[in-house]
């Protein structure tokens, strides 16, 4: 089998992967992101979930800051959506969204586009149509992942990794414990449509959502190939009961324009981490805190994010990021979007760079040398 060597090696290039692999390759490592599909952003853009939730801490308080917020700033570059005015954007933009909180809506199409310039601009070697099919692991730590495309398989080694799969599957298939919990089937498509709707592009281009969280849409894990075909099937049933109820005449006007690309199960599975943020942490401060999380539910002080909670409990070498770092119950609700995603990603991609540069495990890592090298993410770091 053909092996390539990098420094960091970051699985999985939604938001937080991009976020990790800029991070890192900024910092000069030489970094390569591995996608499945041909899209980047994850659940944010191939999921239709194209609103940038929010910075602050619904009382006027930025609380996120770095590369969630680069991305937010940027998010809107091709597309019809401005960051609210308070916020820096332009008197009279359109967030597409209440503009009272840091937040603002996107094209996922153009967010795609603009995650793609970043990851040149920062020289990050990007695979897609690519499916990691395996790890190894030696003494508890990861050391190489094989990924399947169309050149057939290759082996991957790193000096550290990042899992930013949104499944934990790097973490899994090298023999980490992970860990689920039950979701619900709302899923999100465009469409044409003549009814105004909240989540609207135009006058008639707007995502329409399905489905509500209650136990009739609740699906328990675990979570596998058969259970996971089902879930979309479902939502697709869920879109042509829509449809069905028209008149042909009025399906001139109302039709679907592009359903989700990926299975729009938020919570698949996570690390078991050193540490698990729990909903009684809202408002804990950490001694080793990477950066803090707005809840989008509602105002709150905000969730601070140890260190430790992007480390497997029992496997070294690898960091994990976004919605398969360690948060459980309402916290993993608050860590699995976009902001949360992003800022966790490019403390994971600070880590695994440092960890590359100096022959360190991610455990090992000194916080105080993390610190220095957060800048905006941390304020006491500034």
């Not at 944010?44 to 009382?59: N, Q």
């Not at 967030?95 to 970043?118: E, N, V």
């Not at 973490?171 to 465009?190: D, Q």
Request: net charge negative.
């Amino acid at each position: 089998m053909k092996e390539v060597h990098y420094d960091v090696v970051v699985c999985g290039a939604g938001v937080a992967g991009v976020a990790a692999a800029v991070a890192a390759a900024r910092r000069g490592a030489k970094t390569v992101l591995i996608e499945k599909q041909c899209l980047l952003g994850g659940l944010a853009t191939s999921g239709l979930i194209y609103i940038y939730l929010p910075l602050c801490d619904g009382y006027g308080k930025q609380i996120t800051f770095g590369l969630s917020e680069e991305m937010l700033k940027r998010c809107v570059e091709y597309g019809p959506f401005e960051v609210p005015a308070r916020w820096g954007g332009p008197e009279g933009g359109n967030p597409g969204i209440a503009g009272t909180r840091y937040q603002c809506c996107f094209s996922p199409a153009g967010f795609t586009l603009t995650l793609d310039k970043m990851l040149a601009e920062a020289g990050v070697d990007l695979w897609l149509d690519t499916q990691i099919v395996n790890a190894s692991a030696e003494n508890d730590r990861i050391t190489s992942v094989d990924a399947a495309n169309l050149s057939g398989l290759t082996r991957i080694l790193g000096k550290c990794f990042v899992d930013a799969t949104g499944c934990a599957l790097a973490a899994k298939l090298a023999g980490a414990e992970v860990l689920s919990e039950a979701n619900f089937n709302t899923p999100w498509m465009m469409e044409m449509a003549s009814d105004p709707s909240f989540f609207h592009f135009t006058d008639s281009l707007h995502i329409q959502d399905f489905g509500k969280h209650t136990k009739e849409f609740a699906v328990e894990p675990p979570y596998d190939g058969r259970k996971v075909t089902e879930f979309v099937r479902r939502g697709w049933q869920m879109m042509r009961a829509r449809y069905d109820k028209l008149s042909r005449e009025e399906r001139v006007k109302n039709y679907p324009v592009h359903l989700p690309a990926m299975p729009q199960i938020r919570k698949i599975a996570r690390i078991d981490a050193c540490y698990t943020i729990t909903e009684s942490d809202v408002g804990k401060h950490f001694e080793h805190v990477i950066g803090t999380a707005a809840n989008w539910y509602h105002p709150d002080a905000g969730w601070e994010a140890p260190y430790e909670s992007l480390i497997p409990r029992k496997l070294d070498g690898l960091l994990a990021a976004g919605r398969c770092m360690g948060a459980e119950g309402y916290a993993w609700e608050i860590f699995r979007v976009i902001p949360a995603a992003a800022m966790t990603g490019e403390a994971a991609g600070i880590a695994a760079s440092i960890c590359a540069e100096r022959g360190l495990l991610p455990r090992a890592l000194p916080y105080e040398d993390l610190k220095k090298e957060l800048h905006a993410l941390v304020p006491d770091a500034r």
